[in-house]
């Protein structure tokens, strides 16, 4: 395996990046708990140690769902760029980019944790936060994009010195994942600065509600890309080679690559089938074209097996069984725990699939719209796949980069399948309630599932229960991640520091494909769809919004300028806004 070896500097900006994140997860995992404990009934009250329910799951999307992953996509974009073209990492972007993120991150987390920005992930209008938070979400991800411009830089370079030659499959990984970033995240950053900022400052009383949330989801599903594919570069750059394989065909990971590149944002509007504003004409064709971006999924799921399936036969695997060559795989090799992260995360990912087929159709998805069918599907992409790649890679490069070994492996070796347990079980109970109608990001405690409401459900109650098992052990895997991690930190250092991966050799000698080793063509059919599949989308928006919204809190149905002042701006004025339409 080739060795780098990091300088002072840049190990410096990789335990930032790492570690930042990984320090504000124990907060992050803290409040998936304690949705679970809402949710089914045992936490009985708007809120628990100072912070309320909406509070504890604003914290627990965006520490999770958005810092998280949007660090460790740029952490391992750094030392992927840098290992696989052979060139020092750009420190300055670099820097700049870490900066502008660390400082982004501080201001929202410091608005939820004051109760100013009790708004969710996606931060839908007309629920209204601080302008802080705001301006964190836009350092958040104008920073990424910073370290997204050093590496273009360094692509342009290699590409120069090595005219004609196979670009890795590790660099087009990196460079079409930023790439999608990069425009779909355009779209957020002018609802944010444009609209939502000026409204959450007061500068404008209303704002189009529809607008702002199609602007997000145009970012909002490519965003879920942004967070699966450093995973996929794991499967398919180093999980083959720790299975103790080949990959089946590079040709195929990079077609793969690129479909997403073209398919991720123009879906957006599958999220937004019950959006009335949006004709039934563009929603059904961009429910077509998410069928299309589960095909670089489907390819995966057989090149993946196609590759695990040659790794038990180098092992003597002969059996005539089809499926016997699981059997051989190295599940438990203590010198081997990246694969069981990345096995783990497979499997439960054959589930999240299948679930956002169910979702993707657009007569099903009124079924299971806004339930806890929902969060079931998602936990099962990103707090499997996704999670597990990203905890199991940050202890691989942790430990490399310190120089110090992973002393509780079997420990370590444990976490994935623990967490593969709750996670079955935690999203199970999630969809069969959804099916039952169970409603998400909603405090049930103090509602359906407190006894002594009118609205009390008890068939839900075994549904909210199971999610509470598989909540508890979720934390415990958790938890001992984190025992792990902190015992790499702390202990003794015993090895000199570099990186190195387990990097794939293929089955088949493959020839250099041009459409396949560009990124051109890609881009041209990518900027093509999206104005096909979003131009009509917002043309609807603009043309069928009715009135624009003021500002609302989570937790109140009435409109923020009526709850907040009721004397200085008296009901007569409140309605004499509504009545000028
Ligand atoms: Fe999704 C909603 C459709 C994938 C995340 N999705 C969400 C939300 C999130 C999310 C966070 O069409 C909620 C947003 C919100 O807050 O409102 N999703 C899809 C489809 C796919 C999909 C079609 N989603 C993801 C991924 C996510 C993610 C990936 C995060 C990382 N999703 C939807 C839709 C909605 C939605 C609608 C909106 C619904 C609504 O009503 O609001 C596809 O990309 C999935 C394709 C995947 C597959 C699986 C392939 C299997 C593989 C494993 C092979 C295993 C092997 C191992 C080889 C077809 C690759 C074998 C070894 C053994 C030992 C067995």
């Given at each position: 395996?080739?060795?780098?070896?990091?300088?002072?500097?840049?190990?410096?900006?990789?335990?930032?990046?790492?570690?930042?994140?990984?320090?504000?997860?124990?907060?992050?995992?803290?409040?998936?708990?304690?949705?679970?404990?809402?949710?089914?009934?045992?936490?009985?009250?708007?809120?628990?140690?100072?912070?309320?329910?909406?509070?504890?799951?604003?914290?627990?999307?965006?520490?999770?769902?958005?810092?998280?992953?949007?660090?460790?996509?740029?952490?391992?974009?750094?030392?992927?760029?840098?290992?696989?073209?052979?060139?020092?990492?750009?420190?300055?972007?670099?820097?700049?980019?870490?900066?502008?993120?660390?400082?982004?991150?501080?201001?929202?987390?410091?608005?939820?944790?004051?109760?100013?920005?009790?708004?969710?992930?996606?931060?839908?209008?007309?629920?209204?936060?601080?302008?802080?938070?705001?301006?964190?979400?836009?350092?958040?991800?104008?920073?990424?994009?910073?370290?997204?411009?050093?590496?273009?830089?360094?692509?342009?370079?290699?590409?120069?010195?090595?005219?004609?030659?196979?670009?890795?499959?590790?660099?087009?990984?990196?460079?079409?994942?930023?790439?999608?970033?990069?425009?779909?995240?355009?779209?957020?950053?002018?609802?944010?600065?444009?609209?939502?900022?000026?409204?959450?400052?007061?500068?404008?009383?209303?704002?189009?509600?529809?607008?702002?949330?199609?602007?997000?989801?145009?970012?909002?599903?490519?965003?879920?890309?942004?967070?699966?594919?450093?995973?996929?570069?794991?499967?398919?750059?180093?999980?083959?080679?720790?299975?103790?394989?080949?990959?089946?065909?590079?040709?195929?990971?990079?077609?793969?690559?690129?479909?997403?590149?073209?398919?991720?944002?123009?879906?957006?509007?599958?999220?937004?089938?019950?959006?009335?504003?949006?004709?039934?004409?563009?929603?059904?064709?961009?429910?077509?074209?998410?069928?299309?971006?589960?095909?670089?999924?489907?390819?995966?799921?057989?090149?993946?097996?196609?590759?695990?399936?040659?790794?038990?036969?180098?092992?003597?695997?002969?059996?005539?069984?089809?499926?016997?060559?699981?059997?051989?795989?190295?599940?438990?090799?203590?010198?081997?725990?990246?694969?069981?992260y990345?096995?783990?995360?497979?499997?439960?990912?054959?589930?999240?699939?299948?679930?956002?087929?169910?979702?993707?159709?657009?007569?099903?998805?009124?079924?299971?719209?806004?339930?806890?069918?929902?969060?079931?599907?998602?936990?099962?992409?990103?707090?499997?796949?996704?999670?597990?790649?990203?905890i199991?890679?940050?202890?691989?490069?942790?430990?490399?980069?310190?120089?110090?070994?992973?002393?509780?492996?079997?420990i370590t070796n444990i976490i994935p399948y623990l967490w593969?347990?709750?996670?079955?079980?935690?999203?199970?109970?999630?969809?069969?309630?959804?099916?039952?109608?169970?409603?998400?990001?909603?405090?049930?405690?103090?509602?359906?599932?407190?006894?002594?409401?009118?609205?009390?459900?008890?068939?839900?109650?075994?549904?909210?229960?199971?999610?509470?098992?598989?909540?508890?052990?979720?934390?415990?895997a958790?938890?001992l991640f984190?025992?792990v991690?902190?015992?790499?930190?702390?202990?003794?250092?015993?090895?000199?520091?570099?990186?190195?991966?387990?990097?794939?050799?293929?089955?088949?000698?493959?020839?250099?494909?041009?459409?396949?080793?560009?990124?051109?063509?890609?881009?041209?059919?990518?900027?093509?769809?999206?104005?096909?599949?979003?131009?009509?989308?917002?043309?609807?928006?603009?043309?069928?919004?009715?009135?624009?919204?003021?500002?609302?809190?989570?937790?109140?149905?009435?409109?923020?300028?009526?709850?907040?002042?009721?004397?200085?701006?008296?009901?007569?004025?409140?309605?004499?806004?509504?009545?000028?339409?």
């Open positions: 395996m080739t060795k780098i070896y990091l300088s002072k500097s840049e190990k410096r900006l990789m335990y930032a990046l790492l570690c930042v994140p990984l320090a504000l997860l124990t907060l992050g995992i803290y409040h998936g708990l304690m949705q679970t404990l809402y949710r089914s009934g045992m936490i009985s009250q708007t809120s628990f140690a100072a912070l309320d329910y909406y509070q504890g799951l604003t914290l627990h999307g965006v520490i999770n769902a958005l810092v998280l992953t949007t660090f460790f996509a740029v952490a391992f974009g750094h030392v992927c760029m840098s290992y696989y073209t052979g060139y020092k990492m750009r420190m300055t972007t670099a820097w700049i980019s870490a900066i502008l993120m660390i400082t982004g991150t501080i201001l929202a987390a410091a608005m939820i944790l004051a109760g100013k920005a009790s708004v969710l992930y996606t931060f839908y209008a007309p629920m209204k936060a601080h302008p802080l938070f705001y301006i964190g979400n836009v350092l958040l991800i104008g920073g990424s994009w910073v370290s997204f411009f050093g590496w273009i830089g360094m692509y342009r370079r290699w590409r120069r010195e090595h005219p004609g030659e196979r670009i890795h499959l590790a660099v087009v990984a990196t460079m079409v994942n930023f790439t999608m970033w990069f425009v779909c995240s355009l779209s957020v950053a002018y609802s944010v600065l444009f609209l939502l900022l000026p409204w959450s400052m007061g500068l404008t009383p209303t704002v189009n509600v529809p607008l702002t949330r199609t602007l997000f989801w145009f970012f909002g599903h490519a965003l879920v890309y942004f967070w699966l594919l450093p995973v996929y570069l794991m499967y398919y750059v180093m999980m083959p080679t720790l299975a103790g394989g080949k990959l089946y065909s590079d040709n195929a990971g990079k077609l793969v690559f690129f479909l997403f590149l073209v398919f991720s944002i123009p879906v957006g509007t599958h999220h937004q089938f019950s959006e009335p504003t949006i004709t039934q004409g563009v929603k059904f064709f961009q429910s077509i074209l998410t069928y299309g971006v589960a095909i670089p999924s489907f390819i995966t799921a057989f090149t993946l097996a196609a590759s695990l399936e040659y790794a038990a036969w180098k092992k003597g695997h002969r059996s005539k069984n089809p499926f016997a060559w699981l059997t051989r795989l190295p599940y438990f090799e203590k010198d081997r725990y990246l694969f069981s990345l096995i783990c995360g497979l499997i439960i990912f054959i589930f999240g699939g299948l679930t956002g087929m169910i979702n993707a159709s657009y007569v099903l998805s009124s079924l299971v719209h806004n339930t806890a069918f929902l969060p079931g599907h998602f936990h099962m992409t990103v707090a499997g796949p996704v999670f597990l790649g990203i199991g890679m940050s202890l691989y490069l942790l430990e490399r980069l310190s120089g110090r070994e992973i002393r509780l492996k079997r593969t347990i709750g996670m079955f079980i935690f999203s199970a109970g999630l969809m069969v309630g959804g099916f039952r109608g169970e409603p998400r990001r909603t405090n049930m405690g103090i509602s359906y599932m407190d006894p002594d409401s009118p609205l009390y459900r008890p068939d839900w109650v075994w549904t909210t229960g199971t999610t509470v098992i598989g909540g508890v052990i979720l934390f415990a958790a938890g984190f025992i991690l902190l015992d790499l930190l702390f202990g003794k250092k015993t090895k000199e520091s570099y990186i190195s991966f387990p990097t794939y050799d293929v089955v088949h000698k493959e020839k250099v494909i041009p459409f396949l080793n560009s990124f051109k063509p890609w881009i041209i059919i990518m900027l093509a769809l999206i104005l096909v599949a979003y131009v009509p989308a917002f043309l609807n928006v603009m043309k069928f919004t009715g009135r624009e919204a003021p500002p609302y809190e989570p937790q109140n149905p009435s409109p923020l300028e009526l709850y907040q002042q009721p004397e200085e701006a008296g009901d007569t004025d409140i309605y004499n806004l509504d009545q000028n339409e």
